[in-house]
Nanobody, 123 residues
């Protein structure tokens, strides 16, 4: 059974940083993509970043490009999202997801999801 567990969320002032972690277990993910999505109150879930489990290619939403960095540690089966220069509009519940996808920005293509971690950025 695949399990994804996010951690690292919290309350931070604008301009600050947080690092989210997503620990994956239950299978091998060599052909999978790992994605981070977020959902703010009253808004749809949106793509943030993605990385292929094997390889170095990364993808980012325009709104976070240059501020967020996605990375992974295969030895720990963990994906990270380093978030710098945080803004109040980054406030959301952040979810990690995994799947064999054709469109990394499309949330419905991901097969497994974590329960999310809250990120709140105060102004």
């Amino acid at each position: 059974q695949v399990q994804l567990v996010e951690s690292g969320g919290g309350l931070v002032q604008a301009g600050g940083s947080l690092r989210l972690s997503c620990a994956a277990s239950g299978r091998t993910f060599s052909n999978y993509y790992m994605g981070w999505f977020r959902q703010a109150p009253g808004k749809e879930r949106e793509f943030v970043a993605a990385i292929r489990w094997s390889g170095s290619t990364t993808w980012y939403a325009d709104s976070v490009k240059g501020r967020f960095t996605i990375s992974r540690d295969n030895s720990k089966n963990t994906v990270y999202l380093q978030m710098n220069s945080l803004k109040p509009e980054d406030t959301a519940v952040y979810y990690c997801a995994v799947g064999v996808v054709t469109n990394i920005r499309r949330s419905r293509e991901y097969d497994y999801w974590g329960e999310g971690t809250q990120v709140t950025v105060s102004s």
